[in-house]
């Protein structure tokens, strides 16, 4: 099955700073990647994802680059603000066995990310 | 429009006791799943459901039964609870395409087995 392995697991940055999170995956047929962010005692939520027919997407502060021959995809967060600090969580998805076959998320350990005031 | 509901949001249970969680969503999603989240460790799946009467096993399937009845409904089951099972459980759905769709979590249940 797929394995999805995320670095680092700690992060801190200074407000205002950049932040960068990686994931690796092991199954090359895997062909969507969402990142969720988990504030404390909160459900995670999607903040964006990217298909394996993109190199890069962006949303304002946060951008997600994928590299199918190294088999790895990055979150980048610039201007980093108080409110980022969380866990913040890769998934990939590889394709079912047949087209009726559940999608599952193979999920990444996680990073806290605290960016410091 | 709620999302997808969890009931209850905690619970303690005796070792040997058995529960339902239980998880509503109201998005029409085909795709449901159960996760366990504990410290260190990610999220990893328990079972899920690709429709209605349909239920299969994930990573972790091993003391936990499902059932989805309906298809806004899937409910979570454990016969006899263990202390290894305390955890933060996750009820998630998703539509079904050949892409990949975003899954949509709910509140989470925290469970103690003591």
């Known amino acids: 099955g797929e394995n999805v392995e995320q670095h680092p697991s700690t992060l801190s940055v200074q407000e205002g700073d950049s932040a960068v999170i990686k994931c690796t995956y092991s199954d090359s047929a895997s062909n969507y990647f969402p990142w969720y962010k988990q504030e404390l005692g909160k459900r995670p939520q999607l903040i964006i994802d990217i298909r394996s027919n993109v190199g890069e997407k962006k949303d304002q502060r946060i951008a997600v680059t994928l590299n199918k021959t190294a088999k790895h995809f990055s979150l980048h967060i610039t201007e980093t603000q108080p409110e980022d600090s969380a866990v913040y969580f890769c998934a990939a998805n590889p394709p079912g066995i047949s087209s009726g076959s559940a999608r599952q998320l193979t999920f990444g350990s996680g990073t806290q990310l605290t960016v410091l005031p | 429009n709620a999302g997808v509901t969890q009931t209850p949001k905690f619970r303690v249970l005796k070792t040997g006791q058995s529960m339902t969680l239980l998880c509503a969503q109201d998005?029409?999603?085909?795709?449901m799943y159960w996760y366990r989240q504990d410290p260190g460790m990610g999220l990893r799946l328990i079972h899920y459901s690709v429709g209605e009467g349909t239920t299969a096993k994930g990573e972790v399937p091993d003391g936990y039964n499902v059932s989805r009845l309906k298809k806004q409904n899937f409910l979570l089951g454990l016969e006899s609870a263990a202390p290894s099972q305390t955890s933060v459980y996750f009820c998630a759905s998703s539509h079904t395409t050949v892409s990949g769709q975003p899954q949509h979590f709910g509140d989470g249940t925290r469970l103690s087995i003591l």
């Open positions: 998005m029409n999603h085909e795709y």
